[in-house]
């Protein structure tokens, strides 16, 4: 049975997740990044360029990914800001 502390650890662990130098995936014997991997680089693809500005080790983008899969995921990441933003917009007239 996992505990509280798991859970919040796991939780940490992929909010940390972003792409650059010391990715999750750049790590020896690791799997590439697929959709799961795309769809969170793309939700989280605005707060990582402000940081990539400002450090140089983080990218937007995950080089070592499994190609189609992954690039859907972060295209309907990307694409969930834009319709968020649309449906506000609609919404408030």
Request: net charge neutral.
């Amino acid at each position: 049975m996992l505990k509280p502390s798991d859970y919040n650890s796991a939780t940490m662990a992929n909010a940390l997740s972003v792409a650059g130098s010391n990715s999750k995936y750049k790590q020896p014997d690791s799997r590439p990044a697929g959709f799961l991997g795309g769809l969170w680089h793309g939700l989280i693809a605005p707060i990582t360029f402000v940081v990539s500005l400002f450090v140089s080790g983080v990218s937007i983008y995950e080089t070592n990914n499994n190609g189609r899969w992954y690039e859907f995921g972060f295209l309907i990441g990307i694409c969930a800001h834009a319709s968020d933003h649309e449906a506000g917009h609609v919404i408030r007239g």
